[in-house]
């Protein structure tokens, strides 16, 4: 059974930090790509960056290359969303799902399996 948990949102002020986790289960992480969405309630889903774990290709949107950084740990099955110098227009809910790498995130005929999502809040 293919599982996606997301974990580690939360309230950060402006200029914070916080590390999301992807914790996958029932596939290889080597034969997918893993992507990072964001959703604010009301508007269009974004995509944040795809992560090819099997060659470490990543592409990145604009609005966070330079911030956010994606690593991953094969033996915990777990990928990582680490973003630093948050502004509050990166709150929104943060979902990571499994498909195929892509520079094209808006592709979302790639993804066939999401997470639950957590909730990113930057705010002071």
């Known amino acids: 059974q293919v599982q996606l948990v997301e974990s580690g949102g939360g309230l950060v002020q402006p200029g914070g930090s916080l590390r999301l986790s992807c914790a996958v289960s029932?596939?290889?992480?080597?034969?997918?790509?893993i992507g990072w969405f964001r959703q604010v309630p009301g508007k269009e889903r974004e995509g944040v960056l795809c992560v090819s774990v099997s060659d470490d290709s990543s592409y990145y949107t604009d609005s966070v290359k330079g911030r956010f950084t994606v690593s991953r740990d094969k033996a915990k099955n777990t990928i990582y969303l680490q973003m630093n110098s948050l502004k509050p227009e990166d709150t929104a809910v943060y979902y990571c799902a499994r498909g195929f790498f892509t520079k094209d995130l808006a592709d979302y005929d790639l993804w066939d399996y999401w997470g639950q999502g957590t909730q990113v809040t930057v705010s002071s």
């Open positions: 029932g596939f290889t992480l080597d034969d997918y790509a």
